[in-house]
């Protein structure tokens, strides 16, 4: 991968496959990062050529080739790659001689399952999570008592702050299929939560143009070309 010189840190972490650049400026701030041993807390930092970048203890280096995966998320597991209160991790799901490198697009809570993407391509993740990108996520929520139309109205008209859905579709007294364009953490939990319900179980089946589908649960798949770049494309469009 070429990269012109100097460029800065957080970019940098980025093409290594830190994460995307959002995470890598929060690594950056929480002194996680050292450059040529010294830890650096400013984003803005230039990164050369030459220079020896760690995030952790561990080293950075431009990877050579990128992935994309979709995987269906198991209940238990966490899209984090490091936490010492946690044992199944969700990337360990992915079989593959660079597993390590990858990251979560965005985040699914433990209790939480379905559609999440693993990367190495930070620029990529950064324009699909990134919040002005407007990309469509859609889940199944299954509530623990009947659902109330008015409820669901008030949130769709960004009356239950600070969240809002972008559309929903009632399937049963306790199943509503919901769309959402934001990515704010536990979000539909906690719109839930003030409505006054328990949510019983959430799935995310869809983001942007890719579909969750037949694909089992624990499972995954490299994604399309296609489904790549159209993803790439409809960010990009709203950025």
Known sequence: MKI???VRLQVYLAKCGAGSRRSCEQFIQAGRVKVNNKRVTEAGTKVEENDIVYVDDVLMEVHERDYYFALNKPRGYVCTNKDPFETQYARDLIDIEDRDLLFSV???DKDSQGLIFFTN???WANLITHPS???EKEYIVRTDRDL???DLDSAYRGEIKPYRIKSYKLVSKREVHIVLTEGKNREIRNMFDLMGYNVKRLIRVRIGSVELADL????YRKLTRAEVEGLRRAAEGRI
């Open 4 to 6: 012109d010189y100097p």
């Open 106 to 108: 965005g985040r699914l």
């Open 121 to 123: 391509d930070g620029d």
């Open 133 to 135: 990108s407007q990309t």
């Open 148 to 150: 109330v139309k008015k």
């Open 216 to 219: 089992p649960s624990g499972m």
